[in-house]
């Protein structure tokens, strides 16, 4: 897994929806978002994180965690 910085529309909610994902100095924007869920729950200890399963303009398929512990916000898998 890597850190990446992504880059979200905000509609009705802040950071609702991923467009794009800043992965080594590349900008690849998201083609769709195929799967997204919160982990978790607001009442238990660790609390929850958002995460997303997104296809880019690659073609590539990568998993988003939301991960507040580190400098840019969220981690990836890619190419799954």
């Given at each position: 897994?890597?850190?990446?910085?992504?880059?979200f529309y905000?509609g009705?909610?802040?950071?609702?929806?991923?467009?794009?994902?800043?992965?080594?100095?590349?900008?690849?924007l998201?083609?769709s978002v195929?799967?997204?869920?919160i982990?978790?729950?607001?009442?238990?200890?660790?609390?929850?994180?958002?995460?997303?399963?997104?296809e880019?303009?690659?073609g590539s398929?990568?998993?988003?965690?939301e991960?507040p512990?580190?400098?840019?916000?969220w981690?990836?898998?890619?190419?799954?």
């Open positions: 897994m890597i850190e990446v910085t992504v880059e905000s009705f909610q802040a950071d609702e929806t991923p467009r794009a994902l800043l992965i080594d100095g590349r900008r690849l998201v083609r195929i799967r997204r869920e982990v978790g729950s607001v009442m238990s200890q660790g609390g929850y994180h958002r995460t997303f399963v997104v880019l303009e690659d398929i990568w998993h988003l965690r991960a512990e580190i400098p840019a916000g981690i990836a898998e890619g190419n799954l």
